[in-house]
């Protein structure tokens, strides 16, 4: 029997072009340097997975909500890491990682046809796909200013921040986003703000550096029209268990909890008190952003001596490089020497002359790419 299913308008996963390229860096005498996914490669710290281990008997429903010490540990985290002040549990929710949060973000809140979602110019694939779930039409703005006059036909119901970026690793600063914020509330519209880099912030090396846009600074002491988005999956490697959370305004987070308890959007228990262990120990965090940034150091000079200019990158996990050709020009060549990398037009057409380069190899593969270089 066939049944005819209406089109969602969903892109094609862009990551399926990339196969042929991936087929000849495998060929490479000495194998394939993937810098291509930004999924780490370094165990999950053991302090992590002995809590897993130590709530593997779950016979029960967990929350949707999330545990009070989860909460807890989210809102000591904020203030502790980010300097976010004011958070009650109330205002955190966990989600089943950061990607599905942001892929249905505009439908929990209610976004759809005929409503239209901000988004960078150079941006995660998942903001543009997000729009397209709810019915809505992601718009493409380099600044705010750039979306024209606005009537309550153009004026977007959300706008997504990304800050460090993806795939660029810019900051923005305490005055831009303050300037966001005001904007938004002057329009009536919600922000969602990417942070899942924040603790990767090579600049000066110290805690805090890139601001929340929950912070008093930017939000000015209120989280209203606000959410922050942040991912464990990076500074803990925790791709795996699928942990992450949204917090900021009450009203919003009750509005996203109230559709996900329906949808039985919940992250299962051993993982919650997996995540409460982690964010309560910064030790595995530095570990791990220690070894990052030696990695970072060594491509850097080794792209640089390939010919390729670095622009942005000042934090995240991945080098925004270009020769000031076309993206994949540059990933054929760097697939001759074994070396897969994510095409910059993955991002937008704003990218269509960078290369993606991720950290997130051994120090045996980065070496290698070293060489090559």
């Known amino acids: 029997m066939s049944v005819a299913l209406t089109p969602l308008g969903l892109p094609d996963f862009p990551w399926d072009s990339l196969a042929p390229y991936k087929a000849r860096a495998v060929a490479h005498p000495d194998g394939i340097v ?8 370094d165990p999950t710290p053991e302090v992590v997975q002995r809590a897993l281990a130590a709530a593997a008997d779950a016979p029960g429903y967990p929350t949707t909500a999330g545990t009070d010490e989860l909460r807890e540990a989210i809102c000591a985290w904020f203030e502790r890491r ?3 002040t004011g958070l009650q549990p109330g205002a955190v929710l966990p989600t089943i990682g950061s990607k599905e949060l942001v892929a249905w973000l505009p439908t929990l809140l209610g976004i759809g046809a005929g409503d239209l979602v901000g988004i960078p110019a150079i941006a995660y694939p998942t903001y543009d796909v ?3 779930l709810a019915g809505a039409t992601a ?3 380099q600044s705010l200013t750039s979306l024209g006059p606005l009537t309550p036909s153009t004026t977007p119901k959300l706008v997504w921040l990304n800050s460090p970026g993806n795939p660029h690793g810019q900051v923005l600063g305490v005055e831009h986003l303050r300037k966001v914020v005001r904007w938004a509330r002057q329009h009536g519209v919600i922000v969602a703000s990417d942070e899942c880099y924040a603790e990767l912030d090579w600049r000066d090396g110290t805690v805090g550096t890139t601001p929340s846009i929950l ?3 930017v939000c000015e002491g209120s989280h209203d029209g606000l959410l922050a988005v942040y991912s464990l999956s990076k500074q803990s490697n925790l791709a795996g268990y699928r942990s992450a959370f949204v917090a900021g305004d009450p ?3 009750g509005r996203i909890l109230e559709v996900r308890k329906h949808a039985g959007m919940i992250v299962p228990a051993p993982v919650q008190h997996a995540m409460t262990v982690a964010l309560g ?3 595995h965090v530095e570990t791990q952003r220690t070894a ?7 491509l850097l000079d080794a792209v640089a001596r390939a010919g390729l200019r670095v622009d942005h990158s000042e934090a995240g996990l991945y080098l925004w490089a270009t020769r000031e050709e076309d993206c994949w020009t540059t990933v054929s060549d760097l697939a001759d020497r074994g070396i897969l990398v994510a095409p910059g037009a993955f991002y937008g057409e704003a990218g269509r002359q960078h290369v993606r380069i991720a950290l997130t190899a051994t120090d045996e593969r980065v070496a290698a790419a070293c060489a090559r270089l």
């Open 281 to 283: 120990d910064d030790t």
């Open 139 to 141: 718009v493409v703005a």
């Open 251 to 253: 009203e919003l987070i």
């Open 130 to 132: 997000g729009a397209r």
């Open 292 to 298: 990052y940034a030696r990695r970072r150091a060594l």
């Open 82 to 84: 980010r300097g976010v």
């Open 34 to 41: 993937d810098l291509s996914v930004g999924t780490p490669v």
């Open 215 to 217: 912070h008093p600074d």
